[in-house]
């Protein structure tokens, strides 16, 4: 996370950014009933929370449609933002989140989400589990986009670029 840092490309608000203690992440995973990664929680008690404004797209590939740029928006949150999305996600019926990973912030407008692993899954996945309830469970699998945090925010282009 320190070269992330360095290079300047997280638009980190010292009014937003909640930056986790260590005690955080011990609630959070108590509440959540995970435990989150290194790189995660280096993320989280680095940054809290950061709005991504430049160098914010992605290529992924989500099951049935093709290859697409995506635009993050916002990663991390604060504790209590975080605890209540693992409640909200964890408990909608059909499209509930039933992987061992956690929600992390958001993509292409909030339609999609962005999700870390847990403890001994750095990788970083996209979301779109709350689309239409008549279509088939691959579609609402977490696909994987990049093999830990820090590639993932590195990897990070302008829209023109991809």
Known sequence: ???VAESGELDVDPNFADRWTID???TFESEAGLKIGREGREFLTDFGCVAI???CHFLAKIPG??????EVQVLGGSPDQL???ERIFRGRGSHAL????????SADGGYRYILLGEENDDA???WSGLSGPNEPDELHQPV?????LADFLNNLQPYENL
Do not use: L
């Open 1 to 3: 996370m320190q070269k």
């Open 24 to 26: 955080d992440v011990a």
């Open 53 to 55: 404004e430049e160098n």
């Open 65 to 70: 449609e093709p290859q697409q740029v995506h």
């Open 83 to 85: 605890i209540a999305n």
């Open 98 to 105: 039933k992987y061992r990973m956690f929600f992390f912030g």
């Open 124 to 126: 970083v996945y996209i």
């Open 144 to 148: 994987k986009i990049s093999e830990n």
